[in-house]
């Protein structure tokens, strides 16, 4: 084996301390590389944290808005009904005054009067106080001819009746009323019902209506 020279190994030795000072400096400079990485990752999170946190406050304030809106809503609701319903006392002391110049009218119908006049200026009176009642929302109820209904009518008794389907509304004692689709007073009627002898036939037989 050849032994080295003196010049050969001075060589060799400033090699190998060219490659620890080369790979030194790249482990440094792996090091420094991290330590300036780690703060930006750190502020990637923290970005991304602030974007999840506004998303949810963005949409609590969606959700917020969306419940203030729907109880403006309700409130406005509320108070348009207040105000349709309002006159709802002054309105059922209105009716009975109209039933009583009815009752007068259908009673001076039936008797000889001399004078037209007074019939007629009753007759105008009540077509005004019908019209009054109907800006303000009243309308009478329908309830001869109907079904009975509990909804609408109150049943004061029933009576035979062969030319009347069971159930059906013959007779109305009193009219009554609706306020803007709101019962305001039930009409009082009487209920047809099948004759007695009929009682005992199936499809004649009738129960009594609801309400009586």
Known sequence: MAKKSKKTEVQETEVQETENVTKTAQEKSGVETAEALDPLFELQNEVAAAKAEASKNWDLYLRERADLEN???????????????????LLKEMIPV?????RAVEHAGQEVVESKGLLEGVNMTIAQFRKV???FGVKPIKAIGDAFDPNLHQAMGQVESTEQAPNTVVTE???????????LRPSLVMVAKAPTDAATDPQAEDSPPAGT
């Open 98 to 102: 109209l039933d009583n110049l009815e």
């Open 173 to 183: 004692f009193q009219r009554g009323y609706l306020l803007h689709a709101r019962l």
């Open 133 to 135: 009642l109907e800006d």
């Open 71 to 89: 109880a403006r809503k309700r409130h406005q609701r509320e108070k348009e009904e207040a105000i349709r319903f309002a006159n709802d006392r």
